[in-house]
Structure formats: C-alpha cells, structure tokens
C-alpha cells in the first residue's frame, strides 16, 4: 500500500475533514443535520478518494472523481453561506479557500497523470 500522508493534497484534505467536524458544531439545530451532514461526509469521502487514488497505478478515472466531488462540496458550502449556517464569513472564506486549493492540487495531479 502505497504511502499518503506526505501528500499536500491528502494534507490540506485532513485539515479540511478536521475542520467542518468542529464548525458543523456550532450550526443551528437543522442546518447540522442535513447541510452540516452533507459537508462532513462529501470531505470525508473526498479524503477517501485521495488516498485510493494514490494506490492506484492509473490514477486518472479516480482524479476525475474527486473533481466532481469538489464541485459538489462547493454548491453545498455556498448553501451554507447563503442560508448563513457559518457564524462568520471568514468561517466560510477558510473553508471555501481550502476546497479551491485542494481544486487545484487536484487538476496539478491530473495533468501530471498525462
């Protein structure tokens, strides 16, 4: 099994995981269960995702995936900002950056796969 944790990909994606697990704490009652579901599940599953596509030999199927799945945690974290579930915005900017940045270290990962 190949290794992932010196990975800046599966780094930034850890991060992001930790983070919605506390700022999904502080939604409102409603917006934890269903939006603050969404968000800790699609960063879990993407965090999954890396890390198989890094034991794979073709990467690519696997890269294209985890883009889609980006965009859907995008939609449902402007959701969030619109229904105001984040106490702050820069509780949404932290994490919004955080997904674009994992966006692009994805599409690097893609392009370098040829």
């Not at 502080?26 to 599953?45: I, Q």
Request: proline share 1%; aromatic share 12%.
């Amino acid at each position: 099994m190949a290794k992932y944790e010196h990975l800046p990909i599966y780094k930034k994606a850890f991060d992001l995981t930790l983070y919605f697990e506390k700022v999904v704490t502080n939604f409102s009652r409603y917006h934890k269960y269903t939006l603050g579901t969404d968000l800790r599940n699609l960063s879990r599953e993407i965090l999954k995702m890396i890390i198989s596509a890094n034991n794979r030999t073709v990467k690519n199927e696997m890269l294209l995936t985890i883009r889609e799945k980006l965009e859907e945690l995008k939609v449902v974290l402007r959701l969030c900002k619109e229904v105001k579930t984040f106490n702050n915005f820069d509780s949404f900017s932290y994490a919004i950056c955080c997904v674009v940045e994992i966006s692009k270290q994805n599409e690097g990962w893609l392009k370098s796969q040829g």
